[in-house]
């Protein structure tokens, strides 16, 4: 099971799953919300299978 915070909110996974270009590197695509929009730097949160990743700041504008 999966899950993603993004500034605060769940969001929606697209694709969890192999890269194909690189043996051993796994990718991830969300969806962002079009609320999410002029909110400037948010931290994006990932949780794997009760493991949480190292979290990641993005700008948008």
């Given at each position: 099971?999966?899950?993603?915070d993004?500034?605060?909110?769940s969001a929606e996974i697209?694709y969890l799953?192999?890269q194909?270009d690189?043996t ?5 695509n ?11 730097d948010?931290?994006?949160?990932c949780?794997?299978d ?9 700008r948008?504008?």
């Amino acid at each position: 099971m999966a899950s993603v915070d993004v500034g605060g909110q769940s969001a929606e996974i697209l694709y969890l799953g192999a890269q194909g270009d690189f043996t051993g590197l796994d990718q991830l695509n969300i969806r962002l919300d079009r609320n999410l929009r002029g909110r400037g730097d948010i931290n994006i949160k990932c949780m794997v299978d009760g493991s949480a990743s190292n979290s990641v700041s993005i700008r948008i504008k």
